[in-house]
Every structure is written in C-alpha cells, then in structure tokens.
C-alpha cells in the first residue's frame, strides 16, 4: 500500500512563505503522475499543480507565478513552494499520486492557513 505523508503546514501571514513536503513510500517518478490538491471549507477538492516528470509541470492559474511544485526521487519526496500567500490560499492541502495503472493514492492532508 503506498502511503503519503505532508508536513510543512501551518499558520502565516499575507504576503509569506510555507513549503510543503510530501513523502512517499516508494518512488515519486517511474510513471507516475504526482500532484497538490487543495480543500478550502465549503470547497470542493481542486488541482494545485502537478508534476509528470523532474521537468513536466502544470499549475492552476490561480497560483501561478507563486507556487512552484518540485522532487526529489532520491528522497521519494515532493515538494510545494508557496510564496505570496494571500488568504485565499487557506485550505487543506493533499499530496496525490497517480500511478502508471490510474490508481489514486492520497495523503492525510496538512493544514494552511493565511492570515490578513
């Protein structure tokens, strides 16, 4: 069973900066599709950015230019660089994992609240 796990959440404030880490436990690449999602309350789940190789990235717009999603394989880890947080980037954040046969796998979520 892949597991994965975020930390790097947290309380900031406009305008600041959190990295999010996601680790799995196996490896990131080798076909799969790695991805952030996002859960804001009342929300539904929507895409963040996503990740098809160290070099195949896409993003929403909404985060674009702010957000910068990256890996490292030989950490089997993702990460997610948020820079110029606004309070509409507050939700609940997802690591997500679509491997090479279209099975979803999702990690626990980390909080990330923006303050004004």
């Known amino acids: 069973q892949v597991q994965l796990v975020e930390s790097g959440g947290g309380l900031v404030q406009v305008g600041g900066a959190l990295r999010l880490s996601c680790t799995a436990s196996?490896?990131?690449?080798?076909?799969?599709?790695m991805g952030w999602y996002r859960q804001a309350p009342g929300k539904q789940r929507e895409l963040v950015a996503r990740?098809?190789?160290?070099?195949?990235?896409t993003y929403a717009d909404s985060v674009k230019g702010r957000f910068t999603i990256s890996g490292d394989n030989a950490k089997n880890t993702i990460y997610l660089q948020m820079n110029s947080l606004k309070p509409e980037d507050t939700a609940v954040y997802y690591c997500?994992?679509?491997?090479?046969?279209?099975?979803?796998?999702w990690g626990q979520g980390t909080q990330v609240t923006v303050s004004s």
């Open positions: 196996e490896s990131i690449f080798s076909g799969n599709v």
């Open positions: 997500n994992k679509v491997d090479p046969w279209a099975r979803v796998y």
């Open positions: 990740m098809f190789s160290s070099s195949s990235t």
